[in-house]
C-alpha cells in the first residue's frame, strides 16, 4: 500500500509564496499531483505530473503554480507563487499506480 505524506502549507498574504511537498513510500507511482478542496467545494484537480514529466494544470494555477517530481526519491513538490485568496483550501497529495493513494491534506490559506 502506497503512503504519500505531505510537508508545508500554512498561512500567507495575497501575492505570497508556498511550497508543498509530498513524499510517498511503497511503489513507484505513475502519476503523482496536488488536488484541493475548498470549504462547501468539491475536490478538484491542481496539477499533475507522470513519470515522463509531462505535466497538467488547471487553467485558474497556470503561470503561478510550478509541479516538479524527483523519480529517484518519490516526491512531488508544488511551488506555488502570487498565491490569491480563491486559492485557500486544503491540498491533498495524489498518486496512481493507476490504483488511487490520497495523503492526508494540508491547510493553505490566503489572507490579508
Known amino acids: 500500500q502506497v503512503q504519500l505524506v505531505e510537508s508545508g502549507g500554512g498561512l500567507v498574504q495575497p501575492g505570497g509564496s508556498l511550497r508543498l511537498s509530498c513524499a510517498a513510500s511503497?511503489?513507484?507511482?505513475?502519476?503523482m499531483g496536488w488536488y484541493r478542496q475548498a470549504p462547501g467545494k468539491q475536490r478538484e484537480m491542481v496539477a499533475t505530473v507522470n513519470l515522463h514529466r509531462t505535466t497538467n494544470y488547471r487553467d485558474s494555477v497556470k503561470g503561478r503554480f510550478t509541479i516538479s517530481r524527483d523519480n529517484a526519491l518519490n516526491t512531488v513538490t508544488l511551488q506555488m507563487n502570487s498565491l490569491k485568496p480563491e486559492d485557500t483550501a486544503v491540498y491533498y497529495c495524489?498518486?496512481?499506480?493507476?490504483?488511487?493513494?490520497w495523503g492526508q491534506g494540508t491547510q493553505v490559506t490566503v489572507s490579508s
Open positions: 495524489y498518486g496512481s499506480t493507476p490504483g488511487q493513494s
Open positions: 511503497g511503489t513507484r507511482l505513475f502519476v
